[in-house]
């Protein structure tokens, strides 16, 4: 691997890195939207998607966040949390994909 090569590889993770943290709101409801998961399950998914691995001081203060604002639930089951999306939740994973989608744009189309 050439020098460039290796610069742009890092780059390339600390971008997805960054941008995983900033929109991590996002990820999680978008995520859970397919389907119920565990805090660990939000995790996998997450490093499956974009090869970020975050740690469970990242994730759960996110899913709490997102519990208290009541766009998630959780059930407790004997082993686990699951965490699954409420109507709020869905409404409001649509805006917010929304809003972050036209913000990319205005990015994408700077003149």
Not at 7 to 14: D, F, G, T, V, W
Not at 45 to 69: C, E, H, N, W
Not at 79 to 102: M, P, Q, W
Request: glycine fraction near 4%.
């Amino acid at each position: 691997m050439t020098d460039i090569e290796y610069e742009l590889a890092n780059i390339e993770h600390a971008v997805r890195h960054k941008c995983v943290k900033l929109f991590l709101d996002l990820i999680v409801l978008s995520s859970l939207r397919s389907r119920e998961m565990s805090g660990y399950d939000v995790m996998i998914a997450v490093y499956d998607k974009f090869r970020v691995l975050l740690s469970p001081g990242t994730i759960y203060p996110v899913l709490d966040t997102l519990r208290q604002k009541e766009l998630i639930e959780v059930k407790l089951t004997r082993r686990k949390k699951i965490y699954t999306l409420t109507d709020k939740g869905v409404s409001y994973t649509s805006l917010l994909s929304e809003e972050y989608g036209k913000f990319y744009s205005q990015i994408m189309y700077m003149h």
